[in-house]
């Protein structure tokens, strides 16, 4: 199986401009969590989205958003970028029914100029 | 953010030294997970413990849960380069939702 694969995996951006970040999880995983990854905070969890919809949230403003299509595939959108959005975005896919182990994919490093 | 306490933040050893992780909640869990980062890639899952007082062992490995099921560590025997990463626990908040530990990041020198 392949694993989970997010697009792109670097990304320059200016303040105030949005992106757009990828990932796309195993065959037959149905669960998609983001999280963000910074030297000072760790990891932290911005969402989780099962079946096209938002199952969970973290605690981030609401410039971050995300969504899920029908084929599992996710996205993730940063709106008004700061410069304290930079970081290794990492998506992780599961089978979504439980407590599961995650499957992490590569990450897109974001740098905010 | 919410975050689960992990001990120590860094630690460096000399190769074939041992190394322990230390991994605490102030509330009880049903289970908890750990994954390793190494320099440069993502998290990867090794083991999940669902069990008061489990054990359990991959090679050099030990993991292990408490009694109280609010604390858990690895522990690493005879260290080696290849283990070098930051070692990460997890556990679940609320359904569906893992939330990461601090992270250790192990060094290990040759």
């Known amino acids: 199986k392949a694993g989970v694969t997010q697009t792109p995996r670097y990304l320059i951006k200016t303040r105030g401009q949005q992106v757009t970040l990828s990932c796309s999880p195993i065959?037959?995983?149905?669960?998609v969590s983001w999280y963000q990854q910074t030297p000072g905070q760790g990891l932290q969890f911005l969402f989780e989205?099962?079946?096209?919809?938002?199952?969970n949230k973290g605690n981030f403003p609401g410039r971050f958003s995300g969504r899920q299509f029908s084929n599992s595939r996710s996205e993730m959108n940063v709106s008004t970028l700061e410069l304290g959005d930079s970081a290794l975005y990492l998506c992780?896919?599961?089978?979504?029914?439980?407590?599961?182990?995650?499957?992490f994919g590569s990450g897109t490093q974001l740098s905010v100029l | 953010g919410q975050q689960v306490m992990q001990i120590p933040q860094y630690q460096h050893v000399q190769e074939g030294e041992d190394f322990t992780t230390y991994c605490n909640s102030s509330?009880?869990?049903?289970?908890i997970q750990w994954y390793k980062q190494r320099p440069g890639g993502h998290p990867v899952f090794l083991i999940q413990?669902?069990?008061?007082?489990e054990v359990k062992k991959q090679k050099r490995l030990t993991f292990q849960f408490g009694e109280a099921k609010k604390n858990s560590s690895l522990h690493i025997t005879a260290t080696q380069t290849t283990d070098v990463g930051t070692y990460f626990c997890?556990?679940?908040?609320?359904?569906?939702?893992?939330?990461f530990g601090t992270g250790t990041r192990l060094k290990v020198l040759a």
């Open positions: 997890s556990k679940p908040s609320g359904t569906y939702k893992y939330i």
């Open positions: 065959s037959g995983h149905r669960s």
């Open positions: 989205y099962f079946s096209e919809t938002q199952r």
């Open positions: 413990l669902v069990k008061s007082g």
């Open positions: 509330t009880t869990l049903s289970n």
């Open positions: 992780a896919s599961s089978p979504g029914q439980g407590t599961e182990k995650l499957f």
